[in-house]
């Protein structure tokens, strides 16, 4: 079955410090790629998504990702991290034919002041 | 900015009780989705929504699971017989087309 990876599943890094997280698919087809955030207390959130197009994806509060088709990656980027940035932070992608979503297990993003 | 909301945000029941989780999407999506993440593993698809019926289901979704939008705004998980595994949190989703998913706060399921 198609399937999302996530590795470093506990990253602790200081405000400022850049961010990568990286995402991996096991699929060959069309795939539309997510990044879901998870604030303490709060429902996932859509940080950004790729169907089409440009690889290199803004979505919000400053952060990137970029589909790599060749890798079979969809790493999430962000160059200056903050404390509100602490969240647990979800890769999921659809495969074509079906909607629903396969997920990672999430990265849980701990940044100190 | 609307969203989805789920009741109850917390769900106690005894093993053998049927429990009924309640969504309700946002209004103009045409999507509805059910997933469930048992402490520490992923979250896992459980079943697709569409013009009434199921769309689409994962093999978690037997028997003793059922879907249901009883009206025009809510739309609800059914278990019939819950066991000790069904405990977990359970996110309903809704989408205006077939793409992008927007995810409730959840309902924490607890099975003793």
């Known amino acids: 079955a198609q399937s999302v990876s996530q590795h470093n599943h506990h990253v602790i890094l200081s405000e400022a410090a850049s961010l990568e997280l990286g995402c991996n698919y096991s699929?060959?087809?069309?795939?539309?790629l997510f990044w879901y955030v998870q604030y303490p207390g709060q429902h996932l959130q859509l940080l950004l998504k790729?169907?089409?197009?440009?690889?290199l994806v803004k979505g919000i509060k400053g952060f990137e990702a970029e589909f790599i088709k060749s890798k079979f990656s969809f790493n999430l980027r962000k160059p200056s991290v903050q404390w509100s940035d602490t969240a647990e932070y979800f890769c999921?992608?659809?495969?074509?034919?079906?909607?629903?979503?396969?997920f990672g297990k999430g990265n849980q993003v701990v940044v100190i002041p | 900015e609307p969203e989805v909301t789920q009741t109850p945000s917390h769900q106690v029941t005894q093993m053998g009780q049927e429990v009924i989780l309640r969504c309700v999407p946002i209004s103009n999506h045409l999507y509805f989705y059910w997933y469930r993440q048992i402490l520490g593993q992923k979250v896992e698809f459980l079943v697709s929504?569409?013009?009434?019926?199921?769309?689409?289901k994962s093999e978690i979704f037997d028997d003793q699971f059922s879907v249901e939008r009883p009206d025009g705004s809510n739309f609800t998980l059914k278990i019939r017989s819950t066991k000790l595994e069904d405990s977990a949190m359970y996110f309903c989703?809704?989408?205006?087309?077939?793409?992008?998913?927007?995810f409730g706060p959840g309902t924490r399921l607890t099975v003793l």
């Open positions: 929504f569409y013009n009434n019926e199921i769309s689409e």
């Open positions: 699929y060959g087809g069309t795939v539309n």
């Open positions: 999921a992608s659809t495969f074509y034919g079906n909607n629903r979503l396969a």
């Open positions: 790729y169907f089409s197009g440009d690889p």
């Open positions: 989703a809704s989408s205006e087309e077939a793409d992008t998913q927007y």
